[in-house]
């Protein structure tokens, strides 16, 4: 403060490390609960699996398919570009060097996409629904679904690490010079 000489922000130490090794664990956390099963159920003889892919596409078809696509963005897509952009905006910056080209433009895609980001709500959704049907068959939760759940918890590691006036910042004097 120009008046009391009170610190009013300050950068937040190891910010760019912490946010970029939170950032880069989403990237890969994403891409392997694409893959791996979320859920497997058996019940009366029968047995189903599905990876995260097959639980977005089950409400598919017809009228739904705008909502398949907008829960397919919010769950994958959204976190998966946002985490990208800030791995892009954050990288050249950890090893002391020059941001890309455009560094600007992804840290402010990342800045407007975060509350967008709503994995979190999904996984909340999964375990409620998972609570209503675990008297009528046996569930188990895959791979996918703890991906999930890691990158649940790493987001909340970034947004405490996050420091968006440290990363402004250095950004600012990399444009000026």
């Not at 890691?150 to 004097?173: P, S, Y």
Request: charged share 10%.
């Amino acid at each position: 403060c120009a008046r009391c000489g009170t610190v009013l922000s300050s950068s937040r130490p190891r910010a760019i490390d912490r946010t970029l090794a939170a950032a880069a664990t989403n990237v890969i956390l994403i891409i392997g609960a694409l893959f791996f099963p979320f859920i497997q159920l058996k019940g009366a003889g029968s047995y189903q699996s599905a990876t995260l892919i097959d639980a977005v596409a089950a409400f598919g078809g017809g009228l739904t398919t705008p909502l398949v696509l907008v829960v397919a963005a919010f769950i994958v897509v959204i976190p998966f570009i946002r985490a990208a952009a800030l791995c892009y905006t954050l990288w050249p910056l950890r090893f002391g060097r020059a941001p890309y080209r455009s560094a600007t433009h992804a840290f402010r895609l990342a800045n407007f996409l975060k509350p967008w980001s709503m994995a979190e709500i999904f996984i909340i959704g999964v375990v409620v629904a998972l609570v209503k049907i675990a008297g009528m068959a046996e569930v188990s939760l895959g791979p996918a679904f703890w991906m999930l759940t890691a990158m649940v918890v790493v987001l909340v590691l970034e947004n405490h690490n996050f420091c968006r006036w440290t990363i402004w910042r250095i950004l600012g004097t990399h444009t000026r010079a």
